[in-house]
């Protein structure tokens, strides 16, 4: 059985922390490529993804294979309704997971417990497996790690964190880019190196550097 691996996305004005760096359209087309990345990483794994988006879209290089459905309510409401009628297995993932792969997925999938988490910076959570979903009710926003935590405690569920560095990087600031030149093979590498992004050495770290003539930004 093909396993579901929900994607919330929002297509139309993503990642605003990325504004000092990317103009409008640069964020929506890196955001796609990000998804584009995560949709892989969940076939390659075995799984069947859905994208619950805030707005229509379309993926260039998807010829319309994505199943996606269009967000009416809230995150929260929208997951649980899923989670009531799929009732098996499920996963959630978050979207801009741009270093997931075949097997941080499959390790989310097989920690052995009824649940397992990966929190994400700050509290949040970035992904979350549920071997019965019709048993779980999403938590999202604010601290949602340990919202997922208490909840899993209080209905009983046995509940494993996973410890996952391309799972727990997600890509919200500036400093979030090098990870994604250094780590991802993808589309979302790709994308940025093709509007002039590469890795920088600096004394301490490596950093993110643009060629001033591929910038988008209006400053």
Do not use: W
């Not at 964020?27 to 490529?33: N, S």
């Not at 391309?166 to 509007?195: C, F, K, M, P, W």
């Amino acid at each position: 059985m093909r396993i579901p691996v929900v994607i919330p996305f929002k297509p139309v004005n993503p990642k605003t922390r990325l504004s000092c760096v990317l103009s409008d359209d640069e964020r929506e087309l890196f955001a796609l490529a990000m998804l584009q990345d995560v949709l892989n990483a969940a076939r390659d794994a075995g799984c069947d993804p859905l994208v619950l988006s805030t707005a229509p879209f379309s993926l260039p290089d998807d010829d319309g294979k994505v199943n996606v459905e269009i967000l009416n309510e809230g995150l929260n409401e929208a997951l649980n309704s899923f989670c009531i009628r799929s009732a098996g297995p499920l996963a959630i993932i978050m979207a801009d997971l741009a270093l997931a792969d075949r097997s941080s997925i499959l390790s989310l999938m097989t920690s052995g417990s009824d649940m397992a988490i990966v929190p994400g910076r700050g509290g949040g959570t970035n992904a979350v497996y549920i071997r019965y979903s019709d048993r779980f009710r999403a938590q999202y926003y604010g601290s949602s790690f340990m919202k997922h935590m208490k909840f899993a405690e209080t209905a009983n569920i046995s509940c494993s964190v996973v410890d996952s560095f391309r799972l727990y990087t997600d890509v919200d600031e500036q400093e979030d880019l090098v990870e994604v030149l250094l780590h991802n093979s993808g589309y979302a590498r790709r994308y940025l190196q093709s509007i002039g992004f590469e890795t920088e050495s600096r004394r301490s770290r490596i950093g993110v550097c643009r060629d001033p003539h591929e910038s988008g930004v209006v400053g």
